[in-house]
């Protein structure tokens, strides 16, 4: 789940001009004809009877045919144009939406955090009048929704911009990095936090991970899989665990601080280009692949799984923010036609990432195209469909022809991990030679020279063994 | 005894909860009315109060974060998926058990919404993992002719059940999730009821009307009632889950003295000029005072490296001896404060100085409470201890003192729980009706006219309007109630129109079926026109009526051997009708 800064059917904020935010026609012929706004408490005539309620605004992907009321139970309905006889106004109140401020305490001998905004929503405050979530970002606000974060450090902010996880992009992943390097040169920080959307955090921590090299404190992306504004939320605790990692750690890494099991626990500290995103839905979504999380945090402390850098007194980070976009995916499937790559050939695209089948192959029917691309100058690199494993393209015939055209197999490294690294490469230099040495220079542990065994664990419910260790573990 | 509570003032509403009897839940494709006692995984949750509207706590939800409990979730696989764990969003909502809403929403004389919006009612107490319940309203502005008054239904909604709680202890609350999220409705009326026993039977009156519809689940839980009590100057209070109209009079007619004994207390608290602002109180740690006490429950404590804490009300004394309920002080106010919100659960879990009578003996010295050095009561004063783990000891103060200070407001807002006796407890403060969001996770619902028709055409006829019927047949009194519930109405009808004798029919259908019943012999599988042929049969031939138990015995037991046969074979000493 995405995480949003409000519902999407109430507009926000209220203070825009338009007072028939979201009616078209027919509704908001009958808005018009009754001189009603939103937020006009009103009085609805229908043939049904008398509905008494607040204009609520209208979602734009609902239909236009029903006009929304917030009746004095707290409950929302939506009344059909064609049995509404008259609509009285009684009076009015429009949706508030800051939240009370706290001077968040500082206190000198505490740690300093620094939180960077991306979007999202990491807590939160309800506005019941209109149903509308009403983020918290600033110290103050944040201060007042989880005030745990008061005994863990200093708290400072930075909004850098307000968008959806799937709206990060090249232009985002520059700022962020940009902004990292200063607060690591130019601020007395112990740590960054970046809240983020959890559809592609996976994406920005393996970005950062080749953008921002050698930072001597901690950098961790965080977000929740349940929106703030409901009491069940992972996000408070999430919150709370990532920015104890960022005082309190000695781990000098670009990490996801996300829930370990659904229940609330421990979280995890994931390495930026390990993790994925495995469930659509789950608060234990996050996994690192191939390989053991770097640690488990809890509100007050950690305790690492293996090795990693650790923190430094220095400021000699290593910033280098290129990016080149002509680069995608490729998610192979049986019976795929050349014409795919044909095309991205001739729309200029300079790099192409393959997610390929088992080992990392693709039919031979496309053989001819990849080697066009080849020769036209596109890197083309190989990944694998299953996450797991590592590609080796010397076991079949397949995989031979396939490196005899010049696709260059990327060992473990995940399919969004090469994506982001070939987007990062492609930035710096157009060679295909030199692109192929910087893609297998490993960075971060995107390719890793071994693969533990207790790193490719899905186990198989409904096996014995498997039941009884679930009835003795908090999932 | 209603004269009584007419003087006080005595006002009565209901939220009737009523499971529907679909096939799957609400917003999840699991099976709905099947029941676990294993599990096979659990889940660990908190709840965390969202900030309102002003940036404050709603008081309800404050509370329950005050109790800092673990809420622990006991999965069986059979009985719920990652829906009811909060781990996938809602389903598109469940059409069978949108349509008995609706059909119960007509049949209650509702006007039915044009577009059902969901919402998301708080729940802080662990009962659902999301922290609140998808509901939504279907019909609004009802009405149930009872008597010769109406009942107004205010509103009718669908919503999904909530957990079964298995164990609540001290700082662990654990919840089954077998019947979470099954669908049911709840309808909410008017404050109409004046007197306690128009309560239970007005609640009586409309789950027969909603047993009509054949669509409801029956059996223990399957209606729970929530019932709504205040009295003239008094407040609403909610006694919650109440599961029989039985137990509605004595549970709402101890819950008006109680009203009654609080107004008293806090009217005793004006004549000794007591106010919130002048009333003196202190509080200290006793642990070491009273680290030799021959008190069981204080000696346990100290043996656990517990704190004993104490606070002394100035010219408070006698208040907590004020009776609140049968049997029950004002002190059991405190302890019921205690119990829920500092997690100390056993009792007793208090002692004071104006002394419970059923203290047993040993339990703890009083005299010795009240010259304790620290607290150093006098006998216009009252001092009360409690026991436990620090924080705890700490919170409970906190609530006795909040609970003393809502006494000089006169009756609290709270959500009680009922308790066997017809006695009530302290459950939580009632929520605030700042809980209400609307599901971004569900889509509005559209609910078309001709949707609505169709169902009309197929309502049952309301169970009141049958019953009169029959009476009006001249069926007996005293089977009236079960047969307009029965599948025999029609038959009844026919019966009737034939001319047959419904004395005679009431004792056969009502009478006879349910004593038989209670001796296991089942008669659902008889068909009407056997039941014709020997109600006939008996009245023509005006067999006795010693006769008849067998008769329908025989009936039930040789579906293949006709009726001639059977009254022959049972009445063959019959001298045929002259």
Not at chain 1, 34 to 54: Q, S
């Given at each position: 789940?995405?995480?949003?800064?409000?519902?999407?059917?109430?507009?926000?904020?209220?203070?825009?001009?338009?007072?028939?935010?979201?009616?078209?026609?027919?509704?908001?012929?009958?808005?018009?004809?009754?001189?009603?706004?939103?937020?006009?408490?009103?009085?609805?005539?229908?043939?049904?009877?008398?509905?008494?309620?607040?204009?609520?605004?209208?979602?734009?992907?609902?239909?236009?045919?029903?006009?929304?009321?917030?009746?004095?139970?707290?409950?929302?309905?939506?009344?059909?144009?064609?049995?509404?006889?008259?609509?009285?106004?009684?009076?009015?109140?429009?949706?508030?939406?800051?939240?009370?401020?706290?001077?968040?305490?500082?206190?000198?001998?505490?740690?300093?955090?620094t939180l960077l905004g991306t979007g999202g929503t990491i807590a939160s405050r309800l506005d019941y009048t209109t149903g509308a979530v009403v983020p918290a970002f600033s110290p103050g606000e944040l201060y007042g929704a989880v005030p745990e974060l008061a005994d863990i450090c200093n708290l400072t902010t930075t909004k850098l911009f307000g968008v959806f996880s799937e709206n990060m992009g090249p232009e985002q992943y520059v700022v962020l990095a940009k902004e990292i390097e200063r607060l690591i040169r130019e601020e007395d920080i112990d740590g960054i936090v970046i809240g983020h959307g959890t559809d592609t955090m996976h994406h920005t921590g393996s970005v950062l991970s080749y953008m921002i090299q050698n930072t001597p404190i901690p950098i961790v992306l965080v977000g929740s899989q349940r929106s703030s504004d409901r009491p069940s939320s992972d996000a408070a605790r999430n919150l709370i665990n990532a920015v104890y990692t960022a005082a309190h750690s000695d781990i000098a890494e670009i990490m996801v601080c996300m829930f370990g099991p659904t229940s609330d626990d421990y979280g995890l500290l994931h390495v930026g280009t390990r993790v994925r995103k495995m469930h659509s839905s789950y608060r234990s979504t996050f996994r690192t692949l191939s390989d053991v999380p770097i640690a488990m945090v809890w509100p007050d402390r950690y305790v690492p799984l293996r090795e990693y850098k650790k923190r430094r007194k220095d400021k000699d980070v290593i910033v280098n923010p290129a990016y080149d976009d002509r680069v995608t995916i490729l998610y192979y499937y049986p019976g795929m036609k050349p014409d795919v790559i044909d095309s991205l050939i001739d729309n200029g695209y300079r790099g192409i990432v393959i997610a390929g089948t088992g080992l990392?192959?693709?039919?031979?029917?496309?053989?001819?195209?990849?080697?066009?691309?080849?020769?036209?100058?596109?890197?083309?690199?190989?990944?694998?469909?299953?996450?797991?494993?590592?590609?080796?393209?010397?076991?079949?015939?397949?995989?031979?022809?396939?490196?005899?055209?010049?696709?260059?197999?990327?060992?473990?490294?995940?399919?969004?991990?090469?994506?982001?690294?070939?987007?990062?490469?492609?930035?710096?230099?157009?060679?295909?030679?030199?692109?192929?040495?910087?893609?297998?220079?490993?960075?971060?542990?995107?390719?890793?020279?071994?693969?533990?065994?207790?790193?490719?664990?899905?186990?198989?419910?409904?096996?014995?063994?498997?039941?009884?260790?679930l009835s003795t573990y908090k999932k | 005894m209603t004269d009584e509570m007419k003087k006080l003032g005595f006002k009565c509403g209901m939220e009737i909860h009523q499971q529907l009897l679909t096939e799957k839940k609400l917003f999840c494709r699991c099976p709905a009315g099947l029941?676990?006692?294993?599990?096979?995984?659990?889940?660990?949750?908190?709840?965390?109060?969202?900030?309102?509207?002003?940036?404050?706590?709603?008081?309800?939800?404050?509370?329950?974060?005050?109790?800092?409990?673990?809420?622990?979730?006991?999965?069986?696989?059979?009985?719920?998926?990652?829906?009811?764990?909060?781990?996938?969003?809602?389903?598109?909502?469940?059409?069978?058990?949108?349509?008995?809403?609706?059909?119960?929403?007509?049949?209650?004389?509702c006007s039915i919404v044009d577009e059902m919006h969901i919402a998301r009612k708080q729940y802080l107490d662990g009962s659902i993992p999301t922290g609140f319940q998808r509901t939504g309203i279907v019909g609004i502005n009802g009405s149930i002719p009872f008597g010769n008054k109406k009942i107004e239904v205010t509103q009718l909604s669908i919503e999904e059940d909530s957990c079964r709680e298995r164990s609540d202890d001290k700082h662990l609350i654990k919840f089954r999730t077998d019947r979470l999220g099954m669908p049911l409705i709840e309808v909410v009326t008017d404050a109409c009821f004046k007197t306690p026993e128009e309560a239970g039977e007005g609640v009586r009156h409309i789950g027969r009307l909603l047993r009509a519809t054949g669509h409801v689940r029956r059996g223990l839980g399957a209606v729970r009632q929530d019932v709504n009590v205040s009295i003239e100057g008094g407040s609403r209070v909610e006694i919650k889950g109440v599961p029989r109209y039985q137990l509605i009079p004595a549970l709402?007619?101890?819950?008006?003295?109680?009203?009654?004994?609080?107004?008293?207390?806090?009217?005793?608290?004006?004549?000794?000029?007591?106010?919130?602002?002048?009333?003196?109180?202190?509080?200290?740690?006793?642990?070491?005072?009273?680290?030799?006490?021959?008190?069981?429950?204080?000696?346990?404590?100290?043996?656990?490296?517990?704190?004993?804490?104490?606070?002394?009300?100035?010219?408070?004394?006698?208040?907590?001896?004020?009776?609140?309920?049968?049997?029950?002080?004002?002190?059991?106010?405190?302890?019921?404060?205690?119990?829920?919100?500092?997690?100390?659960?056993?009792?007793?879990?208090?002692?004071?100085?104006?002394?419970?009578?059923?203290?047993?003996?040993?339990?703890?010295?009083?005299?010795?409470?009240?010259?304790?050095?620290?607290?150093?009561?006098?006998?216009?004063?009252?001092?009360?201890?409690?026991?436990?783990?620090?924080?705890?000891?700490?919170?409970?103060?906190?609530?006795?003192?909040?609970?003393?200070?809502?006494?000089?407001?006169?009756?609290?807002?709270?959500?009680?729980?009922?308790?066997?006796?017809?006695?009530?407890?302290?459950?939580?403060?009632?929520?605030?009706?700042?809980?209400?969001?609307?599901?971004?996770?569900?889509?509005?619902?559209?609910?078309?006219?001709?949707?609505?028709?169709?169902?009309?055409?197929?309502?049952?006829?309301?169970?009141?309007?049958?019953?009169?019927?029959?009476?009006?047949h001249g069926v007996p009194k005293d089977t009236l109630k079960s047969l307009a519930i029965s599948d025999y109405i029609a038959l009844i009808d026919k019966l009737h129109k034939e001319g047959r004798d419904m004395k005679l029919v009431g004792r056969i259908l009502g009478q006879t079926v349910r004593s038989l019943k209670r001796q296991g012999v089942e008669s659902d599988k008889v068909t009407g026109d056997r039941w014709a042929e020997l109600i006939t049969a008996c009245d023509e031939k005006k067999i006795p009526s010693k006769h008849i138990e067998g008769l329908v015995t025989n009936l039930v037991a040789y579906p293949e051997r006709s009726v001639e046969d059977i009254v022959l074979s049972v009445c063959e000493k019959i001298p045929a009708p002259s």
């Open positions: 789940m995405e995480l949003t800064s409000h519902p999407p059917h109430v507009k926000q904020p209220a203070m825009s001009e338009d007072i028939h935010q979201g009616y078209r026609d027919p509704g908001l012929a009958v808005l018009k004809k009754y001189d009603i706004a939103v937020w006009d408490r009103v009085e609805i005539e229908t043939t049904k009877g008398l509905f008494t309620g607040l204009i609520l605004p209208r979602s734009k992907t609902e239909d236009a045919e029903h006009i929304v009321i917030k009746m004095p139970s707290g409950y929302n309905t939506g009344v059909h144009v064609e049995s509404i006889t008259k609509i009285k106004r009684i009076g009015r109140r429009e949706g508030h939406y800051s939240i009370p401020e706290k001077e968040f305490p500082y206190d000198k001998r505490k740690k300093n955090v990392g192959h693709v039919n031979s029917a496309l053989n001819k195209s990849l080697k066009r691309a080849v020769d036209k100058g596109i890197t083309v690199v190989m990944t694998v469909q299953t996450l797991w494993g590592y590609v080796h393209m010397n076991v079949y015939d397949v995989g031979r022809y396939l490196l005899e055209l010049g696709v260059i197999p990327c060992e473990n490294m995940l399919p969004e991990a090469a994506y982001m690294k070939l987007c990062w490469v492609l930035g710096q230099t157009q060679d295909q030679k030199e692109a192929k040495e910087m893609m297998l220079k490993t960075i971060a542990h995107e390719i890793t020279e071994r693969e533990p065994h207790n790193g490719y664990l899905v186990y198989q419910g409904g096996i014995p063994e498997v039941e009884k260790f | 029941y676990s006692t294993d599990h096979h995984a659990e889940v660990l949750r908190h709840m965390r109060p969202t900030l309102s509207e002003m940036g404050v706590y709603d008081g309800c939800a404050l509370m329950e974060f005050k109790t800092k409990k673990d809420i622990l979730y006991l999965l069986n696989k059979k009985t719920v998926c990652t829906y009811e764990m909060d781990d996938t969003p809602p389903f598109p909502i469940n059409q069978q058990a949108l349509d008995v809403a609706i059909e119960i929403a007509l049949l209650t004389g709402t007619r101890n819950e008006a003295l109680r009203q009654k004994a609080l107004l008293d207390i806090r009217k005793e608290l004006k004549k000794r000029k007591l106010t919130k602002d002048n009333l003196k109180f202190f509080d200290c740690d006793l642990t070491d005072e009273l680290k030799n006490s021959a008190s069981p429950p204080l000696r346990d404590a100290i043996r656990n490296g517990h704190r004993i804490r104490g606070i002394k009300f100035e010219k408070l004394s006698g208040i907590l001896r004020h009776p609140t309920q049968p049997g029950k002080t004002f002190a059991s106010e405190l302890a019921g404060r205690v119990r829920v919100i500092a997690c100390l659960d056993e009792i007793p879990n208090i002692y004071h100085t104006d002394s419970y009578p059923e203290y047993p003996r040993n339990h703890i010295d009083l005299k010795t409470l009240r010259l304790s050095l620290k607290l150093n009561c006098d006998d216009s004063d009252v001092g009360i201890v409690v026991w436990g783990p620090d924080a705890d000891t700490v919170t409970a103060i906190n609530e006795i003192r909040n609970r003393i200070f809502e006494a000089f407001d006169g009756v609290p807002c709270e959500t009680r729980q009922s308790l066997r006796n017809g006695l009530s407890d302290f459950e939580r403060i009632l929520p605030g009706a700042d809980r209400m969001y609307p599901d971004t996770d569900h889509p509005p619902v559209r609910i078309a006219n001709d949707r609505v028709l169709k169902i009309k055409d197929a309502l049952p006829e309301p169970t009141y309007e049958v019953e009169k019927r029959l009476e009006e």
